[in-house]
Nanobody, 122 residues
Framework: QVQLVESGGGLVQAGGSLRLSCAASGRAFSNYAMGWFRQAPGKEREFVAVITASGGATTYADSVKGRFTISRDNSKNTGYLQMNSLKPEDTATYYC???????????????WGQGTQVTVSS
């Protein structure tokens, strides 16, 4: 079992930055890939970024490529999502997830956090 807790969300103006954190506990975090997903009201959950267990490889959604950076610190059992040049369309609840594989789609077989709200004003 892996427990995940996101933090760092908030309200920011367009063009601003936020850094989300995902603190893990339970089973060895370093054994799991970590992904960030988001869901806006009335929309389906969508992939944002994923990083392998070792941190050696990352994949991004086209919509965030060049603006967001996913990273992790396995010594702290924590993952991060640095979000720069934020746009109003980035407004959503952001979730981190852990899975054995670095997938761009994660479902019920992944571990999920409770989410953190990000609101970008224009």
């Amino acid at each position: 079992q892996v427990q995940l807790v996101e933090s760092g969300g908030g309200l920011v103006q367009a063009g601003g930055s936020l850094r989300l954190s995902c603190a893990a506990s339970g089973r060895a975090f370093s054994n799991y890939a970590m992904g960030w997903f988001r869901q806006a009201p009335g929309k389906e959950r969508e992939f944002v970024a994923v990083i392998t267990a070792s941190g050696g490889a990352t994949t991004y959604a086209d919509s965030v490529k060049g603006r967001f950076t996913i990273s992790r610190d396995n010594s702290k059992n924590t993952g991060y999502l640095q979000m720069n040049s934020l746009k109003p369309e980035d407004t959503a609840t952001y979730y981190c997830a852990a899975h054995i594989r670095a997938l761009t789609q994660m479902g019920e077989d992944a571990y999920w956090g409770q989410g953190t709200q990000v609101t970008v004003s224009s």
